[in-house]
Structures are given as structure tokens and as C-alpha cells.
């Protein structure tokens, strides 16, 4: 459907967490090793939380559980970087979810990024439904690593 303006109306996104299942199904490439991967639904109860307009996946925001001390073996080019707080990590409380990346208009498991799912709430959606969700599995808190500048 277009409106005046020529650009096609966005449809409703749905949102929810990661099971099993999707792993084939929706791009895994930066969430780390299959086996890693599965214990770690297996363990949480999910892995992300994924975003799809329609059958179509549109996005996902990636979190795992945060172990202190935790050192990316391969720097920046492994998943658990994210949560390599380099020693400067505050003292956080056992049960805290890490989100660690966050894709949105990632259709594929590629780093091509499909911008018509730019400026659309969708990384807003993503967040709100994680802490949701993080609130319902009792989640003690929730981290993210700052990048460094």
C-alpha cells in the first residue's frame, strides 16, 4: 500500500524471543558457535530477542548471561568481546543479562543492512521487549560494555 508520499506503509513488527528453533532460520553469524549458541537458549531460555515484519526477520538484539571476569579470547572478532569489560566492569549482582549487539534490517546473515527498517522504532522495540523479557525470566539486571572511543 503506498500513501502520498510514494513510500510503501510499514507493516506491523512482531517481536519475541529466540528459541531453538530459529537457529537456521535467522542469521546467527556474531552470536558465536552453534553448540555455544544452543546451550546458551538451553540455559537462558533464549538468546535474543528477534524482530520480523510479516515471516520476514527484520532484526534481533543479543544478550547472554554475564560472567565476571569474562576475556574475549579473540578480541574484537569473538562474540563474547562484548561483555570483555577489560577489568573495569562495576560489581554487578549474579543473574545480570549482558546485550551485547543489535541488528536492525539485517535480512540475511550477511552485514548487508536493508534501510527501509531504518527510523522505524525498531532498535527502540527491540530494547523495551528485551527488558520485558529479562523482567519475566528474573533477570537481576541488565548490562551492555561501552565502547571505547
Excluded: K
Aim: charged fraction near 25%; proline fraction near 6%; charge should be neutral.
Amino acid at each position: 500500500m503506498t500513501g502520498d508520499t510514494g513510500m510503501s506503509t510499514p507493516q506491523h513488527i512482531a517481536y519475541r524471543a529466540m528459541v531453538a528453533s530459529d537457529v537456521g532460520s535467522v542469521p546467527v553469524g556474531c552470536m558465536g558457535e552453534p553448540d555455544e549458541l544452543a546451550e546458551r537458549i538451553a540455559s537462558l531460555g533464549s538468546a535474543a530477542i528477534l524482530a520480523f515484519e510479516g515471516d520476514r526477520h527484520v532484526g534481533q538484539l543479543q544478550f547472554r548471561r554475564y560472567i565476571p571476569g569474562q576475556r574475549s579470547p579473540n578480541n574484537i572478532w569473538d562474540p563474547v568481546y562484548w561483555m570483555d569489560f577489560d577489568g573495569r566492569a562495576p560489581t554487578l549482582p549474579p543473574g545480570t543479562i549482558s546485550v551485547f549487539c543489535y541488528h536492525v534490517g539485517q535480512l540475511d546473515d550477511t552485514d548487508d543492512r536493508d534501510s527501509r527498517y531504518f527510523g522505524r522504532g525498531i532498535g527502540a522495540g527491540l530494547l523495551d521487549r528485551m527488558l520485558e523479557w529479562a523482567s519475566a525470566t528474573g533477570a537481576a539486571a541488565v548490562s551492555r560494555r561501552r565502547r571505547r572511543r
